[in-house]
Structures are given as C-alpha cells and as structure tokens.
C-alpha cells in the first residue's frame, strides 16, 4: 500500500535560517504530491501540491519538488518567520484515489 | 463563507456512551471525508462520501458509522465509545466530485474528543 516517511521532529530554527523538512513515499503508479500546514488550533491548509515527475510546487515562499528518482518531496525555504511556526504534513494520493495517506507530521517552531 | 464547520469542538465521553459529530460545508464541494488526528500517527481516513448518497470505508472504519444527510453535512456517529477513539476528529470537503489528486481537501477546525 501507500506510505509516506517524514522527517521527526520537532525542528527549531532562528527567524530566517533555512528550513528543509524530508519527506519519501511509497506508492504504486504516479501519485500526487501533497504538503499541508497545521497552525495552532486549527485544521489543515493545503500549502503547496505537485501532481507528475519533475513539478515543482511553490507557495508563500515553500517549495517541493517531485522526484520520481529518489521517490521524494522535500519542503524548502529559504528564511524561515516566526509565523511559519506550525505543523507541516507530508501526503499523497494514487491516481483515481479519494484517499490522502499522510505522513506523521513535522513540528517547526521558529524563534526570534 | 464559513468554509467547513464541526460541532462541537470539544466532547468527554464515558465508555459506552454514544454521539454524533456534525460537519456541514457551505463551497458545494461534492466529497466529504472523516480523518482522526492521534500524536505521532498523522491523519488516518475514517469514511468518506464521493458524493450525496455514497459512502466508502477508510483505512480505519471499525467502530464508527456516517451518514450524508445531504450535500452540505456529513455526520460522524460513535454507537458505543471506547478509550481508543480518544482523538482529534477533522472533516473535509473537496470540490465538484473530484478525486484527491485534483482536488485540494479543506478542513474544517477539528473536534476533541476524549472518552474515559
């Protein structure tokens, strides 16, 4: 079946370092690929999505890129804000699928 | 625009006990999903409903019955609550009948539900 692997946290980082949470899957076919963002007390928000080899996903400064290679999706950014202090999901979906399969979840805090 | 709405936020149960979580959407999204949030575990798919009048068991079904009451709610029903079903409950919706892989998922606020 799907899984999906992500980096444990929790992670702290300085306001404005760089922030790069792993994230590798498993799935059969070409799944899309998915990162969600979990603010305190909230639901989730989709934050950024790739849906075929080689795209890039980009979002409030975020980026993922989906590589088939090495079966990953990484997020990326460049300088960090304390308002990006959330927890960060990696998911994915098969084609023709309802279901999402997340990872466990990655908890930034960024600190002043 | 409310977007995704649950009541209520937060619920203690007794074991044994029985309740219906709502959910409702106001985007005319077709698909409506139940997730439960457990520390260290990510989202786990309860049920889902394709659409009105359909529903699909998820990866962790047992213990839980829905219903689509109609296009906008989708209800989440434990007969009989038992400790482990301690957990955050999240609803989703996604939009015009589309598969997860098109359509971005919107989750409303979440409800805690604790049984002792």
């Known amino acids: 079946g799907n899984s999906v692997t992500q980096m444990e946290g929790p992670v702290t980082l300085s306001e404005e370092a760089f922030l790069t949470i792993n994230c590798t899957y498993t799935a059969t076919g070409y799944p899309s690929l998915f990162w969600y963002v979990q603010y305190p007390g909230e639901g989730l928000q989709l934050l950024l999505k790739a849906t075929k080899a080689d795209d890039k996903g980009s979002n409030k400064g975020f980026e993922a890129t989906y590589r088939k290679e090495t079966t990953s999706f990484h997020l990326e950014k460049g300088s960090v804000q304390v308002s990006d202090s959330a927890v960060y999901f990696c998911a994915l979906t098969g084609a023709g699928s309802y279901q999402l399969t997340f990872g466990k979840g990655t908890k930034l805090s960024v600190i002043p | 625009n409310a977007g995704v709405t649950q009541t209520p936020k937060f619920q203690v149960l007794k074991t044994g006990q029985s309740m219906t979580l709502q959910c409702a959407q106001d985007m005319n999204h077709n698909s409506m999903y139940w997730y439960r949030q457990d520390p260290g575990m990510g989202l786990r798919l309860i049920y889902y409903s394709a659409s009105e009048g359909t529903t699909d068991k998820g990866e962790v079904p047992n213990g839980y019955n829905v219903s689509r009451l109609n296009k906008r709610e989708f209800s989440l029903r434990l007969e009989s609550a038992a400790p482990s079903q301690t957990s955050v409950y999240f609803c989703?919706?996604?939009?015009?009948?589309?598969?997860?892989?098109?359509?971005?998922?919107?989750f409303g606020p979440g409800t805690r539900l604790t049984v002792t």
């Open positions: 989703a919706s996604s939009g015009l009948g589309g598969t997860a892989q098109n359509y971005e998922q919107y």
